[in-house]
C-alpha cells in the first residue's frame, strides 16, 4: 500500500491519523478511507480537545501501539485539526510491524 496511512522517513514512521477527541475510550479503530481518496488510521482518545491533551494522547496511543516509549511521538502536522500527522521517531521494522497490525495492515 504505497499511499497507505503509515510511510517510512528514514529511521521514523509518519502515520496520518483522523483523531475523534472524547471518543469514549483510547483505541485504533482501523484503516478509514477519506472522501478524497486518502487513507488514514481512524484513533479515539478520552481526552479532549484542549491544551494539546487530545494530541498527547494520540501520540502517547500510537506509540504504545508500536512499542515504543510515548517521547518517540510527536504530532508534526494537524495540531488542531482532526487530520493529523504523527512522526514516531527512531522506529525500526518490528515498531512497523507492531502498529502495522494494530490497525488491521499486512505486514
Known sequence: MADGPIRRDGADLLVDVRLTPRGGSDRLDGVKAL???RSVVAARVRAVPEDG?????????????????KSAAAVVSGSTA????????????DAEARLRAACGLPC
Open 35 to 37: 472522501s478524497d481518496g
Open 82 to 93: 482532526r487530520l493529523k500527522t504523527i512522526r514516531l521517531a527512531a522506529a525500526g521494522p
Open 53 to 69: 491533551k487530545a494530541n498527547a494522547a494520540v501520540a502517547a496511543l500510537l506509540a504504545a501501539a508500536a512499542g515504543l516509549p
